[in-house]
């Protein structure tokens, strides 16, 4: 079992900035990916970015120069650091953790979930 805590959200204008954090604890041993993905009512879970281990990160597109993911694995902890925010960047924003050699994009690729962290941008 893999239990994350996430840490972060909350309100800001567009333009702003805001840094996530996940702290994963429990079985977190061996290769994994560690990711953010977000939802929005009516839609589905999207990914936001992964990243490995060994540290290869895969993003969407629509956050690419923007937002940039790392990890402390000494940590097991995750973050995501979002600048030049958007109003259509609102969203519930989940940490998950997969035991995977890859930075998935597919949710189901990914055996724990955190209890998410809502992100507003205001126009």
């Known amino acids: 079992q893999v239990q994350l805590v996430e840490s972060g959200g909350g309100l800001v204008q567009a333009g702003g900035s805001l840094r996530l954090s996940c702290v994963a604890s429990g079985s977190t041993y061996g290769f994994n990916a560690m990711a953010w993905h977000r939802q929005v009512p009516g839609k589905q879970r999207e990914l936001v970015a992964a990243i490995t281990t060994g540290g290869t990160a895969n993003y969407a597109d629509f956050v690419k120069g923007r937002f940039t993911i790392s990890r402390d694995n000494a940590k097991n902890t995750v973050y995501l650091q979002m600048n030049s925010l958007k109003p259509e960047d609102t969203a519930v924003y989940y940490c998950?953790?997969?035991?995977?050699?890859?930075?998935?994009?597919?949710?189901?690729?990914?055996?724990?979930w955190g209890q998410g962290t809502q992100v507003t941008v205001s126009s």
């Open positions: 998950a953790w997969g035991l995977i050699g890859f930075a998935s994009s597919w949710p189901t690729h990914y055996d724990y």
